[in-house]
């Protein structure tokens, strides 16, 4: 999710994973991603553009620091509180980091080059990024907890990894022979496979949900980029819902709900939530003005500009009911009960005795 964000990195990524990650703004916080306990995890930067990766919990701030060299950033949290990033090493070179409670910050690894990046990570500790595999070429990986996995190309130079569910499924875009950008997905055992676009010659795969669902972008046969989900056997237009403008699918939550971003001819930036087959547009002058990622819960993590910086912002697409209550509640509320009927009584015998006294003086019985 990245609030680069993750259709900037991934349509316009170029440079090798050892080489400074796309340009950053100074003296600002980013926030990549929220877990269900409200963790949320991101970058600050000082003045002078120096990165770092922290986890926000409860109101406090945490530097998560670095590989040995001056630099790190968070990508992705999930609910067991496992960060992944990336971090300057003592060489100054980025390597792919995983990051967990009491164990500090590890190094996952390159694919036979000198750096890495972890882009994504699933509720299973799956995580998926990409690796140089020499000095110019990059291949997406997926890494289990133990070893880093080459998912290879689609017969082109290089491929990247955008996103990993629980099952280990992993999604992003990839080079054919022709080196045309394609999306893919890749499953366990079947390895990679290129999906359609909608017309167009290129296309990636942004976010993929624990039922396998995809989205992402693609181009038209207009050259136009439209948002895109795939559910397995089609690819269903999303793009062709917004009249005007570029879009892409940034982001999918568990039930389906799809967030993305849509970019005017002017060049302003919109978001947009589609769920339950109907499209909305946000304008950009409201919370959400670059729309990154949706969490199971429905609550989309983005940014909007103001003060010349990209501020991090998160709302919730619709509102949610109460959480049911755990055994510890019941537990609670039977134990307090006697001694709140027990308040009440004596409350409400001694307010009946004030009523009569008074009642009674009006009438000059007292």
Known sequence: MRLLSTTMLCLA??????????????????????????DIVGEISDEAGRRRAVLSRQGRVTDLGTLGGPESYASAI???????????DA?????????????????????????????????TGFVAGYADVDERDYHA???????????????????????????????????????????FVYRPGAGLAKLPTLGGKAGVA??????????????????????????GTRMVDLGALVPWGHTYATGISRDGKVVGSVRSGTGA??????????????????DMGRSAKISDDGDIVGAVRAGGH????????????????????WLTFFSLLPVGLWVLWHVGRDLRDWWRERAARRIGLA
């Open 13 to 38: 990524i170029t440079c090798h994973a050892a080489a400074k990650p796309p340009p950053h703004e100074t003296a600002t916080t980013v926030m990549a991603d929220v877990n269900a306990a409200g």
């Open 78 to 88: 999930n609910d067991a509180g496992v960060i992944i990033g990336a971090a300057l």
């Open 91 to 123: 060489s100054n070179a980025w390597r792919a980091f995983r990051y967990e409670p009491g164990q500090g910050m590890r190094d996952l690894g390159t694919l036979g080059g000198r750096g890495s990046n972890a882009i994504a990570i699933s509720s």
């Open 141 to 183: 990986f997926v890494h289990d907890g133990r070893t880093m996995r080459d998912l290879g190309t689609l017969g082109g130079r290089t491929s990247y990894a955008t996103d990993v569910n629980a099952a280990g499924v992993v999604v992003g875009a990839a080079q054919n022979a022709a080196g045309q950008r394609r999306a």
């Open 206 to 231: 942004t976010a993929v949900n624990d039922h396998g669902v995809v989205v992402g972008a693609s181009t038209t046969a207009s050259g136009h980029w439209h948002a895109f989900l795939h559910d």
């Open 269 to 286: 930036a919109y978001a947009f939530i589609y769920a339950n087959g109907t499209m909305k547009v946000v304008p950009p002058l409201s």
């Open 310 to 329: 990209y501020k991090p912002v998160m709302m919730a697409t619709e509102q949610r009911a109460d959480a049911p209550w755990k055994p510890v509640d």
